[in-house]
C-alpha cells in the first residue's frame, strides 16, 4: 500500500514536469495551421458549453424587424465580415490563416440558425477565449450586438432587401471581406 501510495504520488508530481519539458521541447503545436494540442479541443469546448448554457441570456429584448436586420447587416460588414466572410464570396483572407478557422457565418455548414439568439449574442458580447473571436461589449451597443445575432439567427430567411444590402458593393471603403470581386470563384 506505500509502495502504491509513494508510486502514485511521484506520478501526479511527475504529469506537470512532463507537459513543463514537452512544452520547453519547441514541438507543442502552437502556430495557427498546427493540430490541436491534446485535449485542447475537449477543454475548449466543454468549459465553452457549460459557461454559455449558464450565462446566456434566455430572452430576446429586440424583435428581428427589418430596421434591426439592416442594423446587424451594418455591423457584420464592419466588424465580423473581416474574419467570417460574405456570402458567397470565399473566405477573407484572415480566416484562411487562423486557428481555429472562424466559421463562414452565412454558408450551409457554418450558420449558427439552430443557436439560440442568446447564445450568438453571448459569443459576440464576451468573445472565445484562445480563438481569436473577440469579445464586443467594449465596441458594440448593446443594440447592435442583438442586431448582429438576430441577423445570424435568421442567415436562411433574410428578407430579399436584407440578403441585398449585406453583399451590396461597399460605399468607398473596401468590403470587410477581402478585396475580391464578389463572384470570384478562384481556389483557396
Ligand atoms: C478576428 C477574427 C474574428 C472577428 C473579427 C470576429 N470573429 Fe467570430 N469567431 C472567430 C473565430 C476564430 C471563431 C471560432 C471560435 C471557435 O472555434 O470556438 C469565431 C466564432 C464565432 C461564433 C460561434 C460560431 C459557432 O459555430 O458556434 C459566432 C456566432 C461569431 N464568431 C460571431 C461573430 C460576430 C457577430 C462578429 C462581429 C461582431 C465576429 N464573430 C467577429 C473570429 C472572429
Redesign the pocket.
Known sequence: MKKFLIGLVTGILLMPFGFYLYCRSGHAPVATASAPMPLERFF?KTA?HATIRREAPKTVPFPATADNLFGGVM??RQ??A???SLPNQRPSP?SRG?F????E?FSQR?M?TN?PAGV?YW??KNG?RL????G?SQS?SNLQMWQ??LL?KHANRLPATVAAALNSAPSGSQPAGGSQPPKAKKKA
Open positions: 475548449a465553452l455591423v457584420y466588424n465580423c473581416f474574419c467570417h484572415a487562423m481555429p478557422r472562424p466559421p457565418l457554418g449558427v443557436d450568438t459569443k459576440v472565445i480563438t481569436g473571436m473577440p464586443f458594440l448582429v445575432s445570424l
